[in-house]
């Protein structure tokens, strides 16, 4: 079971590149597989961060979870991975998907749309995967266009290719061609993901693959601290948001009219409090979740959606949730935004005390 520390940088997080960078490094300390760099527009930069925070470890793989086919050309990504590669020896992990929120910036040609998703992340990966073999790539795709030229530099490293999706046509394009499949999906509910899972599995395996080959992987909202009430307190905003896109209520899916994915059958949000937080809250500003909506958040809701509270109990989720998805071999810890005391130590306490929990779990083992 391979365990990522996520989304740095992230709406609502004031951190410094500096601190993320020491974040990953304390993440490798403590003993955790990997650390994934969100690519959000004029946050700080994916390309760099990633790198940096390759270059201080030496063990950790970092990952872009994710970044888009539309926000650089797809023989530029080429070169950028296997620069990091080799920097790295082979650690870092290329994460994409079609991108699941309205595009603030114009990216040619392609104005603030994304056309073809599908389509463009299989040309990207076919554009990486030929570089990276010494090979040139299409010029012309359906979705994409190249330079037609190869890496002008010997390149040996592997790199892992991670696609993230909810949607199950998506996840099918991740299961026929893809490392790893993260099912990205902020619901915690045991039946939901097991389908997914499921889905995954069957869809690889009508692929021809070997399940041995592929890893498959899944959000999981933490929010872990010695004071378990604190902890469930600043898990509320996650969870908001996390109401927004498995409701479907997320502005994105309601501007476009296009649901993702069906509602879980195990999803238990009255439509009053869906309708409160779609309205009273924008989760894309990185605010506060205003005190009124808070209260909306009972346990119930918080647990649909989260794993909350002190180490023992969140430790005891997580083992029920692996065992109750078969198949799944990593799990992403996605961590809430702190807006309270010293943030970066905050962030720092969670690490630490996922990386007991990490060492706890393979010492019971």
Known sequence: ?????????????????????????????????????????????????????????????????????????????????????????????????????????????WGYDRPNGRVAVRELIETCRTMWAGGRPVFEGRALHTSALPLDFPFNERVKVLVAARGLKMLKVGAEIADIVH?????????????????????????????????????????????????????????????????????????TGVAATPRPEEFRVPD?????????????????????LVELIDDDILDQFSIAGEPSECIDRIDALIAAVPGVTGLRLKLPPLFTGDSNEGFREMVTLIGEMVASRAKSA
């Open 272 to 292: 009053s409090t869906i309708q409160a937080i779609a309205t009273g809250w924008d989760m894309w500003t990185g605010e506060p979740l205003p005190p009124h």
């Open 1 to 109: 079971m391979r365990f990522t520390v996520s989304d740095f940088p992230a709406k609502g997080n004031q951190l410094t590149s500096k601190q993320i960078v020491e974040l990953a490094q304390l993440t490798e300390h403590v003993g955790i597989d990997r650390f994934s760099i969100t690519d959000f527009p004029f946050h700080q930069d994916c390309i760099p961060l990633m790198t940096a925070c390759l270059v201080g470890t030496e063990r950790l793989e970092v990952e872009s979870l994710v970044t888009t086919p539309y926000l650089r050309p797809p023989d530029v990504v080429a070169c950028t991975w296997a620069t990091m590669a080799e920097l790295s020896g082979g650690r870092a992990i290329l994460g994409i998907g079609k991108g699941g929120a309205r595009p603030p910036i114009w990216q040619a040609p």
């Open 183 to 255: 099912i990205a999906s902020p619901f915690a509910g045991p039946i939901y993901l097991r389908e997914r899972v499921d889905f995954v599995r069957n869809a690889a395996l009508d692929a021809g693959r070997d399940l041995d080959d592929l890893e498959i992987d899944v959000t999981v909202s933490l929010s872990v601290s010695r004071d378990g009430g604190w902890a469930r307190h600043v898990a509320r905003m996650t969870t908001a948001a996390a109401i927004l896109w498995v409701a479907n209520a997320e502005v994105h899916v309601q501007d």
